[in-house]
């Protein structure tokens, strides 16, 4: 045991191979291995008379996929969701990150903290079907369902993830310039554009990107108050099920993964990640 221990004090590789070694391969495994098989499955079809999986490669499935007008469709509006949920979210929170981070007293701005992370607390289906009563014909609003009410429901379930990165950057933003800036004579609106949103944008980046892709590929939302509107999320979900064609599955889950690659590509440059 002592040699053991020695020879390890010797080698700092080993010793930082050993310990990442468990959490290296949970992410190779079950991370980066079931997204391994989601791709290789996409290209598998399945025997429209016994129901099997072929697995002989094939394009079929994103073939039909892009010229399908109906799956066009449904990934435009999945977007669109997603980028309203993202713009509502940015709105009503960078005001209330700013009142936290900037107005709120040290005891205040920790109360504030607890008082955005408690809906995180409560179960997510608790906080969909809240929404769906308040929806209803007879509830709160008398909305009813459809996009509308899966936008505003989402937008309610990532509000969070919103406030607590655009927080995070309003912290690190010096007083003593808002201050400097007040001094020279600047307004409000000119100290918000050229010195608060430039030094926040990439944790308002970060904010979408939480906001965004969980947007993107949520489907129980649109099940509990999206009426018959159809997302990315449910066409996943009923291939899977009540149609058993899991490649088509596989293949219209890779639209959020490429969707997410190309928008963290377009960010990366921003500093948006260093904020996440």
């Given at each position: 045991m002592?040699?053991?221990a020695a020879f390890l004090h010797r080698r700092a590789g080993v010793r930082l191979s050993l310990l990442l070694s468990a959490p290296l391969a949970w992410l190779g495994l079950a991370y980066l291995g079931a997204l391994a098989a989601l791709f290789?499955?996409?290209?598998?079809?399945?025997?429209?008379?016994?129901?099997?999986?072929?697995?002989?490669?094939?394009?079929?499935?994103?073939?039909d996929l892009v010229t399908g007008e109906v799956y066009r469709t449904i990934v435009l509006r999945?977007?669109?969701?997603?980028?309203?949920?993202t713009v509502i979210d940015l709105v009503v929170a960078f005001p209330?990150?700013?009142?936290m981070a900037k107005l709120a007293s040290p005891r205040a701005r920790r109360w504030l903290v607890i008082a955005v992370l408690t809906p995180l607390w409560a179960?997510?289906?608790v906080k969909a079907y809240a929404w769906r009563v308040m929806l209803s014909s007879g509830g709160l609003l008398g909305w009813g369902f459809g996009l509308t009410a899966t936008?505003?429901?989402l937008a309610y379930l990532w509000l969070p993830y919103m406030i607590l990165p655009i927080y995070a950057g309003?912290?690190?933003l010096p007083n003593s310039m808002l201050e400097a800036a007040g001094d020279l004579g600047a307004r409000a609106w000119r100290v918000f554009r050229t010195i608060v949103w430039p030094l926040t944008f990439p944790a308002v980046i970060a904010g979408s990107i939480f906001t965004f892709s969980l947007s993107l590929g949520d489907y129980i939302?649109?099940?509990?108050?999206?009426?018959?509107?159809?997302?990315?999320?449910?066409?996943v979900y009923d291939n899977i099920g009540a149609a058993n064609n899991l490649p088509f599955a596989a293949a219209v889950a890779t639209v959020p993964v490429v969707v997410m690659l190309g928008y963290l590509a377009a960010v990366r440059r921003t500093g948006a990640l260093e904020n996440l």
């Open positions: 002592t040699r053991v290789v499955t996409a290209f598998y079809s399945v025997d429209t008379f016994t129901g099997e999986l072929v697995r002989t490669f094939t394009w079929a499935n994103f073939r999945s977007v669109g969701v997603a980028l309203a949920v209330m990150a700013f009142a179960s997510y289906l936008v505003l429901t309003l912290e690190r939302a649109v099940k509990i108050v999206g009426g018959r509107g159809q997302l990315i999320g449910n066409v």
